[in-house]
């Protein structure tokens, strides 16, 4: 049996084409991780105001922390004006393809520089938020780093 191509033929082929195309799109999307950036994303919008002003306060802080990889470490240097002044600093290495990547420390400011090894993080890009409290007043600096 011989099959012509006409214009009904090929518009058969073209939804067969076209629906294997979407499943297997709906497919992949569905295996996709979809969290949210963190649990309590109302919470966290909702003290948005309270983050600004934090932010503007550690401007002054920004080139006081300084983020290196060396060998199998990752150094986090505070200058010495920071250091006898905060009392301990909390590291939040974030990840954001992947929650269960991250990582959180506490480190006494005293201990500075701080050590992490690195195989405690996977390879990748993360957001480095180093928090700490001075006089009453919390402070927040964010530093990207490779590892």
Sequence with gaps: MKVKLNWGNGLIIFFLIFFIWVFSFVFFAMRQNNDLVSDDYYQKGAKYTDQIHINQRSLT????????????????????????????????????????????????????????DKTQLMHGRYQVYLTWSLKKENYSITKIVDI
Excluded: M
């Design 61 to 116: 802080y920004q080139d006081s922390i300084q983020i290196t990889t060396a060998g199998n470490q990752v150094q986090i240097e505070l200058a010495k004006g920071l250091v006898k002044s905060a009392g301990s600093v909390q590291v939040y290495f974030f990840r954001s393809s992947d929650k269960t990547k991250d990582l959180r420390l506490n480190f006494k400011s005293a201990e500075s520089p701080f050590l992490i």
